[in-house]
């Protein structure tokens, strides 16, 4: 078990606020004492930032296998959102430590160790419906609410997975290392996984 971090890089910087020596120690201390027997942390990074009454910690840890682990968390406190994000980002590794040992019993066939790709479908209108008469209909326009960077990894479909499964995500987007395509991979409602793979000829 990975009872300790030594030597663990661990980057705290602050945006908005300047960082105490205590908040750095603070922060050091807790991501160092996070005892992880999976994945091995390799780096962590503690990124601390205000915004009026809001105090936000954002922490990431890059491991090994490919594995990041992300979360954060909003209080009016910095100390206390720096110990939620801690405990979050905990409770994921259990979880997905028990999924991941729930998959690999002895005996039980593994079925999500591979992506399963879906048949192409093509939406079309209702017998007597026509394109025109849709575009009647008053629809409210859908409003994008947040906007996000996204960076897009190379790995397999097993680490894909695993990344998915540690941020809890509903998806994820990846370039898949063998075929060197991008992939759109996500979880079906009966618990396995598909693959979407762009196709540009169309």
Known sequence: MQVKNVNLPITVTGRHVEVTEAMRDHAHRKVAGLH???PKIIE???ILNVEGHRHIAEIILYCANHIT???DTTTD???ASIDETMSKIAR???KFKTRMLKSH?????NRKSVPQEIPEAVLMPEPGETPAAADEEKIDEPLIVHEDRYKIKRLESVEA???MEVNQRP????RDVKSEKLCVLYRREDGDYAAIYPDNAA
């Not at 019993?105 to 066939?109: H, Q």
């Not at 998806?171 to 990846?174: C, G, H, L, N, T």
């Open 69 to 71: 682990i992300e979360a």
């Open 44 to 46: 962590a990074k503690v």
């Open 161 to 163: 997975i695993e990344d």
């Open 77 to 79: 406190d910095m100390y």
């Open 92 to 94: 994921r590794m259990r």
């Open 36 to 38: 992880l027997d999976y």
């Open 105 to 109: 019993r002895p005996g039980k066939k």
């Open 171 to 174: 998806f994820i987007i990846y």
